[in-house]
Each structure stands twice: as structure tokens, then as C-alpha cells.
């Protein structure tokens, strides 16, 4: 069981840039990240950790709910997947399409505040599609 991440040099980039903007922790930002990679149909690309990224103990990211982000993970590839394949596989492949998405999305709202109001009005939405 694989319980250390390291991100993508891009992916470091946006999470440290949106750290800066917004004054979340990465940590908080990927949890944000991964839920908007898995609204996203498709699977996400396969991605290679790089010296250059930013590493994550497993903890920090899933905290407590680490079965819930690998129930998610799993419910989303529509198959069962291996724990090796979870983490850091999966959770990276996620983790780097989704701050690419968090950061387009910080880009239209132009700041802190309307990007909350749009995240809540997103999962608003998506809540109603489940319900």
C-alpha cells in the first residue's frame, strides 16, 4: 500500500498559485480538485509524478474519508480497481485534471468569492442529478 503521492511539476504549480489566491492549503484544494476531475465522464490521463511536484502523504489528502475518495474513485471507473491503482495512480490521474478544472474555474470568477458561489452552485446542481 502506497501511502506518498508527488504530483506533476504543473500540477504543484496551479495548486501553489491557487494557494496564493485564495489562501486554501493544496491539500484542501486538491480535495476540490478531485471532485470536479470526477463530475468529468471520462477517465482521466494517465499522469507521472516529477521530482518537481509537490508531495503529498495519503493522510493529508483523504483524511478519514480515504474510503469515501477511493469509493468515489472506483464508482467512477465503473470497475473494481486495486488498491496500487487507487493510490497514487488513479488519485493523481484525478488530482492533475482536476486542478487544471479548479484553476479554469478560478479564472472565470476572477476571485475567491465567486468561485465559492460557483462551486456551491455546481454541486448544488449536481445534486439534483443524483437526486
Not at 465503473?78 to 487544471?100: I, S, W
Amino acid at each position: 500500500m502506497n501511502f506518498r503521492l508527488k504530483t506533476t511539476a504543473y500540477t504543484g504549480a496551479i495548486l501553489k498559485n491557487l494557494q496564493n489566491s485564495t489562501g486554501l492549503t493544496p491539500n484542501l484544494l486538491a480535495r476540490i480538485a478531485i471532485s470536479l476531475s470526477i463530475l468529468e465522464p471520462s477517465m482521466p490521463d494517465e499522469v507521472q509524478s516529477e521530482s518537481d511536484g509537490i508531495e503529498f502523504n495519503r493522510n493529508t489528502l483523504t483524511g478519514e474519508q480515504d474510503y469515501f475518495y477511493k469509493s468515489l474513485i472506483r464508482q467512477h471507473a465503473k470497475m473494481e480497481v486495486q488498491e496500487d491503482d487507487y493510490f497514487p495512480n488513479l488519485f493523481n490521474a484525478h488530482l492533475h485534471r482536476g486542478t487544471k478544472l479548479l484553476e479554469n474555474e478560478y479564472k472565470h470568477a476572477g476571485n475567491f468569492d465567486k468561485l465559492l458561489k460557483n462551486l456551491i452552485k455546481l454541486s448544488q446542481e449536481n445534486a439534483k442529478e443524483v437526486l
